[in-house]
């Protein structure tokens, strides 16, 4: 009975060192991810536009306002779905006559964290994004920004909402203020996800399998480029780091005109990631155990088992976030 005893206790105390030593490695995967990714905002706030409600209220209206376009047929919400993560899961978007342009449309959610703009990043904020599309021939196709403001001073209902988004203006209703009020809008744009419960401190929002997944991103590479509270979103880089890759599009040499950016785009946030395929620049890549293996051997000179690959993608869907669905709700828009 006494050595049955002495088994029990020596077991006991093998079981309670395991325990700890998981208890240690968790702590410490913990702590490594807190100080590689750090804490996503609740709001992208600017001190050149600040975010009120009012200007909140006119942006969700013009988001949703396909009067915007020069059909009336196309808003920003046509392209970037605020019910589907901010995509509309096409590799590239049909304008207002139906043409498509080269390159995927990225979602907004979170976007307004971003360090720049577009994948070329030729806009610096929300604000100056949202005056693009809105003037692009292919996309919404209105041919000029005073074309814009005349068709908003046309419809009565919008000369309040103007006014009190932007007292005190002389002239509340601009191009200008546009890309403001759509600006504060996507500034709110923010999903925080199970990994952030986690990044908090809360061990059991990601499952094992996700953690794993986490060490494996890590330990992996792929926080090079995706770092921070985004997993990216803070940087440029080259695609076909390590590897030539075959693509036609000149990436930002497009915008800046330099040989010397040819191939290098904005490295995109990884937010909501399992939601917002098809994958890459031109939306060539439509599943995502497929991009996790093109980046690994592209961008890290590295070959990935399918169970590594399982790991990193269980890992990604903990970055899905939750939509608030009563911030997006479509306004009624006025007349």
């Not at 920003?76 to 590239?92: F, Q, R």
């Amino acid at each position: 009975m006494h050595a049955v005893l002495i088994r029990v206790m020596a077991l006991a105390a093998v079981v309670t060192a395991h325990g700890v030593a998981l208890a240690q490695g968790e702590t410490a995967l913990q702590q490594r991810a807190v100080a590689t990714f750090g804490k996503l905002p609740a709001v992208a706030e600017s001190t050149d536009n600040p975010v009120t409600e009012d200007k909140v209220r006119l942006g969700r209206m013009l988001y949703y306002d396909p009067r915007l376009s020069a059909s009336d047929k196309l808003s920003c919400n046509s392209c970037h779905l605020l019910d589907k993560y901010g995509v509309d899961n096409e590799p590239t978007s049909p304008g207002h006559k139906g043409e498509r342009g080269d390159r995927n449309s990225p979602t907004v959610y979170n976007a307004a964290f971003h360090f720049v703009q577009f994948w070329d990043g030729r806009a610096p904020t929300v604000e100056e994004q949202a005056k693009g599309p809105i003037l692009n021939p292919v996309e919404m196709g209105m041919s000029a920004d005073v074309d814009v403001i005349k068709k908003l001073q046309a419809i009565p209902g919008y000369a309040p909402l103007f006014k009190a988004a932007f007292p005190g203006a002389d002239q509340p209703i601009t191009y200008d203020s546009v890309a403001r009020a759509i600006g504060a809008f996507e500034r709110r744009l923010v999903t925080p996800s199970p990994f952030d419960e986690y990044l908090a401190g809360n061990a059991n929002a990601l499952t094992t399998q996700q953690k794993e997944g986490l060490a494996k991103f890590m330990d992996s590479g792929c926080i090079i480029c995706h770092a921070g509270p985004l997993l990216g979103g803070s940087m440029y880089q080259k695609l076909g780091l390590v590897k030539p890759y075959p693509t036609k599009d000149p990436g930002r040499a497009k915008a800046t005109g330099n040989a010397a950016d040819t191939g290098f785009f904005k490295v995109p946030s990884l937010r909501n990631v399992a939601e917002t395929h098809p994958y890459l620049h031109d939306g060539s890549k439509a599943t995502l155990p497929e991009v996790v293996r093109l980046m690994a051997e592209y961008q890290l000179g590295r070959t990935l088992s399918d169970q590594d690959v399982d790991l990193i993608v269980a890992f990604l869907g903990s970055l899905t976030g939750k939509i608030d669905l009563a911030y997006i709700k479509k306004p009624e828009l006025p007349r």
